[in-house]
């Protein structure tokens, strides 16, 4: 699976008796990534099995409680399990503030190395890399400071014919150099172009998530062509006002940007907690962009979409 995403809390301001606030974990070929951590989302990653030492890095959009108030216990859970590999966090430059103060009052040394790294806002800039992803900020509009992330897969490698390997001896000194682009020579001089001896690799995707603002076009430039973007849609389009107000969107607005981002799919989530159901929601943005999914606690979104079993005729 190139990009899989779980959602552990779609909640917006307060968690309920089952809902959690915003956090989501991300598997980008076999790395993990924790985007937001609302409160209990250590309970969630626990609930759906997923491995806390296996986070390699976390990323806070903004600090409104419902999206960091988690961290401080995810972080000193690592360390009671006796984590020792670095962990990068993201976020705005007063967090470290904050987990600088919680830290220093529990009188807690942690058992591995954490590194800070303040986020600027309102231009889009390129935050992380390693060998399989880039993410880049992604400026929203909200009452503070608020950053969406884009997690885009870095273009893979093209693929080497393997019956050709043996046939052409191709050395394997050689297989990087093939496989970034270059041609062939082989024993006899003959040159072997490299669409000829290499097939195309398989496709790389995108995921933007866009947390907490308001209806905003400039997203659209940022997020175009998004494989799935992820879209807060707190309210439905009765209560417009006061999405203004709060600087928050409607699942239809949400629906509004992906159609013009001309993104994939559509997944809509932090839901205020006056609703206890969400099909207007999924109703109000299907009405705009068909290909919407409602983002809740335990749905997976994976890409490429995996396609459901044909039901064996009887």
């Known amino acids: 699976m190139a990009i899989q995403v779980?959602?552990?809390?779609?909640?917006?301001a307060i968690p309920t008796a089952t809902r959690f606030p915003t956090s989501q974990v991300i598997d980008i070929n076999q790395s993990r990534y924790l985007i937001d951590c609302g409160e209990g989302t250590q309970m969630q990653l626990r609930r759906h099995r997923v491995r806390l030492q296996r986070i390699k890095a976390i990323f806070i959009s903004h600090l409104h409680g419902d999206h960091y108030f988690g961290l401080i216990g995810l972080i000193n859970t690592?360390?009671?399990?006796?984590?020792?590999?670095?962990?990068?966090?993201?976020?705005?430059?007063?967090?470290?503030?904050?987990?600088?103060?919680?830290?220093?009052?529990?009188?807690?040394?942690?058992?591995?190395?954490?590194?800070f790294h303040p986020l600027n806002f309102g231009e889009p800039e390129v935050i992380?890399?390693?060998?399989?992803?880039?993410?880049?900020?992604?400026?929203?509009?909200?009452?503070i400071d608020c950053n969406g992330f884009l997690f885009q897969e870095n273009k893979k490698k093209r693929k080497i014919r393997r019956e050709l390997i043996p046939e052409l001896n191709i050395p394997v000194e050689q297989f990087q150099n093939i496989k970034a682009g270059a041609d062939f020579v082989d024993d006899k001089g003959v040159l072997h172009p490299n669409s000829t001896i290499t097939e195309d690799p398989?496709?790389?995707y995108s995921y933007a998530y866009c947390s907490d603002t308001k209806y905003n076009e400039s997203i659209?430039?940022?997020?175009?062509?998004?494989?799935?973007?992820?879209?807060?849609?707190?309210?439905?389009?009765?209560?417009?006002?006061?999405?203004?107000?709060?600087?928050?969107?409607?699942?239809?607005?949400?629906?509004t940007i992906a159609k013009m981002a001309e993104v994939g799919q559509l997944a809509i989530g932090h839901?205020?907690?006056?609703?206890?159901?969400?099909?207007?929601?999924?109703?109000?943005?299907?009405a705009v962009f068909e290909n919407t999914q409602l983002a809740t606690e335990g749905k997976v979104f994976s890409l490429p979409r995996v396609k459901p079993k044909k039901k064996e005729v009887e």
Request: proline letters at 3%.
């Open 6 to 12: 779980t959602i552990l809390g779609a909640n917006s």
């Open 78 to 115: 690592m360390h009671m399990l006796g984590r020792q590999t670095e962990l990068d966090i993201f976020g705005p430059p007063d967090l470290k503030q904050v987990l600088d103060l919680q830290l220093k009052l529990a009188d807690t040394k942690l058992s591995y190395k954490w590194n």
């Open 128 to 143: 992380y890399e390693d060998t399989g992803v880039t993410a880049s900020t992604i400026p929203l509009d909200h009452r």
């Open 202 to 204: 398989k496709p790389s």
């Open 220 to 255: 659209v430039e940022v997020v175009k062509g998004a494989d799935l973007l992820y879209h807060e849609a707190t309210f439905l389009e009765d209560m417009i006002k006061r999405a203004e107000f709060t600087h928050h969107s409607t699942a239809k607005q949400a629906a």
């Open 271 to 286: 839901y205020s907690a006056r609703y206890t159901d969400f099909s207007d929601h999924l109703k109000e943005a299907k």
